[in-house]
């Protein structure tokens, strides 16, 4: 039985190959898998193996509920996704995108190819950025 699954993070679009070499994911070192071409661009899933009894299907369902363990890989999954901000494109994944290997994951991106290269055409030079307003007003007695 297989015992890891292909987590995936988000597609990179870029001239030349990017580094992963410090970047670490929900639960080890991030890997590029090649992708093709898009708008003159290389593509990359970016990815790292997961262990499926902590990332398999019913393993996440049973710790939805533990918020900790849930922000914990949401703060991994996007600093993976933040740590390629200097790419020409970067498409996040959701959270806990998970194939059950590198092939199904490219099979997958590349059955969406036009999805894809559409979204890396409309995030191409640019960045997200969040803004959280905090307003002031009376405070409950």
């Known amino acids: 039985m297989k015992r890891t699954g292909t987590y995936v993070y988000c597609v990179v679009a870029a001239a030349r190959r990017p580094g992963v070499a410090r970047t670490r994911g929900v639960a080890g070192a991030v890997r590029l898998v090649e992708q093709g ?10 990815v790292s193996d997961v ?26 999954h996007e600093a993976v996704v933040e740590s390629f901000n200097g ?3 970067v498409v996040p994944m959701k959270l806990f995108t998970i194939f059950n290997d590198d092939a199904r994951a490219a099979a997958n ?4 190819d036009a999805v894809v290269n559409a979204a890396i055409k409309r995030v191409r030079n640019r960045i997200e950025l969040g803004v959280r307003v905090t307003l002031e007003g009376a405070r409950p007695q």
Do not use: C, H, M, T
Not at 53 to 76: K, M, P, Q, T
Not at 109 to 112: C, E, L, M, T
């Open 109 to 112: 991106f590349a059955a969406r």
């Open 87 to 89: 790419a020409a494109a």
């Open 51 to 76: 262990p499926l009894d902590r990332y398999g299907e019913a393993a996440i369902n049973s710790r939805l509920s533990d918020l900790d363990w849930v922000s914990r890989a949401a703060v991994a």
């Open 37 to 46: 071409r898009a708008a003159n661009l290389k593509k990359w899933l970016v």
